[in-house]
């Protein structure tokens, strides 16, 4: 009898095991397969890998050596066709070229880094050449690619089809089945209390809290990296080893095993995912999660608190509100002597637009913003008044939605009605500032992973996916244009030019947050030059207007920044009072 038993339990192994074996080959599983490039080029830039008609992939390169990896998607490895060196010029260095999988690796260097490319006639002989043992190209910049060669190709092919980690992973599977139905039986538990069962399953134990130790050593879970947006720091790097200060060694040591610990890069989605899945809650203070879908950014940092906002439990006082007002007038006067236009924009809060969305425990406790305040008092005390978008989101967020479910900004739908309103605020200070048609857009609703809040919960492949409104221009005709010079004290700020040759507003400063990032396609088609500052702190700068003398300046601000930020007066204007 009890051989029968047996038998049927391992003809039950046998069977999931086939069933394991043909689920791998009939949905043409593969393993994760990754191309990495150690490379070196004059300045940072991105390299793209074109694979068929699909959007390219892409990787960060800096001025030092580092590794740069392409995770090659399962449906595109076949169709990997060409790499793009970057947009800029200058000598690129290449130390070697791998095609890695968990367990396997090919790996070309020096020399033999010409059998990875295909190089055409155009290249002359000294803008390719092996020095030192790497390998150096003389990019001319723009788009400037390199085909990969039908063995590469094969190579990636193949490499992704060998099969042995999905193969052993079904045999280990299959095993601890037949380990589970084998001591199933409530009776049989007593037998884990014999001296070799417990050994045994001490021995167990010691490989399971073993295994990121070896996982670490030789990455049998493969590079696993988490999005910047999660991990919000860079990397610590492996301290260098000295006799004389074990003691800081040690100390640098935890910390660059905790950043690189490798199965973190899988525990903290597992962990979002249980949380938001199965409890319904936030694992971060900084998102709260919404109703049908949507979520929320809550807590910025300990002084931004989105939904404080909302519920607008901390108001203006007086002082605040005089500071705001001097600020906005001084800066506006101080450019009005100059011949220079100024506008304000307050991009409004997701929650401000949306707030039927956020969860029913989230209600305000008065009836005005901090926004109505700051409005109202100019209104009263002022005439300056600021570009307050929200009446037309208002208005528009019937027909189509204007934010993102899962992001924390407006989509490129809501950011043209925003630059609409600009531009109409702009058409009392310049006749030639009429906005655009609707007509004029390609509007498109396609599936993406999910925004920027999706992506610090790690979750926006799975379950926050998101249905998102694209609206583009059929025909653009702005161009990126030369950087200007800023102060080494600004040097952290984001900038970007844009030349438009028919447009017919003249040179402009915007200093901005993220919220201009998608209005920067339509702005950019008006304007014959305009210079974008991505600064956080809205600061203003009174050298780079002196040298570069535009006609308008424009501030632009997320309405949430209203709980913190203090708007910074023009030095210059307290010398010329």
Request: proline share 5%; hydrophobic share 40%.
């Amino acid at each position: 009898m009890k051989k029968k038993k047996i038998i049927i339990k391992v003809l039950i192994t046998l069977v999931f095991f086939t069933a394991s074996i043909y689920y791998i080959h009939e949905k043409d599983l593969q393993v994760d397969t990754r191309l990495s490039i150690t490379v070196k080029t004059p300045r940072k830039d991105i390299f793209r890998l074109y694979t068929g008609d699909k959007k390219p992939l892409k990787a960060r390169v800096k001025k030092y050596f580092k590794q740069v990896d392409f995770h090659l998607p399962k449906q595109r490895r076949a169709s990997v066709s060409r790499l793009m060196l970057g947009q800029k010029p200058g000598l690129v260095a290449i130390k070697n070229v791998k095609i890695k999988t968990s367990f396997n690796e090919q790996k070309w260097s020096g020399s033999d880094i010409k059998k990875v490319f295909k190089f055409d006639g155009k290249l002359a002989a000294d803008k390719i050449y092996v020095k030192e043992g790497c390998f150096y190209i003389k990019s001319p910049g723009g788009e400037f690619v390199l085909p990969l060669t039908d063995e590469v190709r094969r190579t990636i092919d193949r490499m992704s089809r060998e099969n042995f980690f999905l193969y052993f992973t079904a045999l280990l599977l299959s095993l601890l089945l037949f380990y589970f139905i084998h001591f199933f039986h409530p009776g049989n538990l007593r037998i884990f209390l014999s001296p070799k069962i417990a050994a045994n399953m001490a021995l167990l134990f010691l490989v399971i809290i073993s295994f990121p130790m070896l996982d670490g050593l030789f990455h049998i879970s493969g590079e696993i990296h988490l999005h910047p947006l999660q991990e919000k720091k860079s990397r610590t790097k492996k301290p260098a080893f000295r006799f004389d200060d074990l003691f800081r060694f040690f100390q640098g040591y935890k910390y660059y095993y905790n950043d690189n610990f490798q199965l973190r890069s899988l525990f903290i989605p597992a962990n979002n995912f249980i949380k938001v899945r199965c409890f319904g809650i936030s694992p971060l203070p900084s998102i709260l999660l919404g109703k049908e879908g949507w979520i929320y950014l809550h807590k910025q940092n300990d002084r931004i608190d989105q939904i404080e906002y909302f519920r607008s439990l901390e108001l203006f006082t007086p002082a605040e509100l005089e500071h705001w007002r001097v600020s906005l007038e001084q800066r506006r006067d101080w450019l009005a002597k100059r011949g220079i236009r100024y506008l304000f924009v307050i991009a409004p809060n997701k929650s401000t637009i949306y707030p039927e969305f956020l969860p029913d425990s989230i209600r305000p406790v008065r009836d005005r913003s901090r926004l109505d305040q700051l409005a109202a008092y100019l209104k009263k005390h002022s005439d300056f008044s600021i570009l307050d978008l929200r009446p037309a989101l208002f208005a528009a967020k019937k027909e189509r939605r204007l934010y993102r479910k899962t992001g924390s900004h407006w989509n490129s739908y809501g950011a043209f009605l925003a630059y609409r309103e600009i531009l109409k605020a702009l058409s009392a200070f310049f006749p030639d500032a009429r906005p655009m048609d609707a007509s004029r857009l390609n509007i498109r609703v396609v599936d993406q992973s999910g925004g920027d809040l999706a992506i610090m919960l790690a979750l926006q492949k799975n379950i926050y996916k998101d249905r998102v409104i694209e609206a583009k221009f059929k025909k653009t005709r702005a161009r990126r244009g030369k950087h200007v010079a800023l102060k080494d004290k600004h040097l952290w700020v984001q900038q970007s030019v844009s030349e438009c040759p028919t447009g017919k507003l003249p040179t402009t400063l915007m200093v901005h947050d993220s919220f201009t990032n998608r209005l920067k396609p339509f702005l950019s088609e008006h304007f014959s030059r305009i210079i974008y500052l991505r600064d956080w702190g809205l600061n203003f700068f009174p050298q780079l207007i002196k040298t570069e003398k535009p006609a308008l300046v424009i501030d632009q601000m997320a309405e949430r920044f209203l709980l913190e930020k203090v708007l910074t007066k023009p030095k210059a204007a307290h010398r010329e009072r």
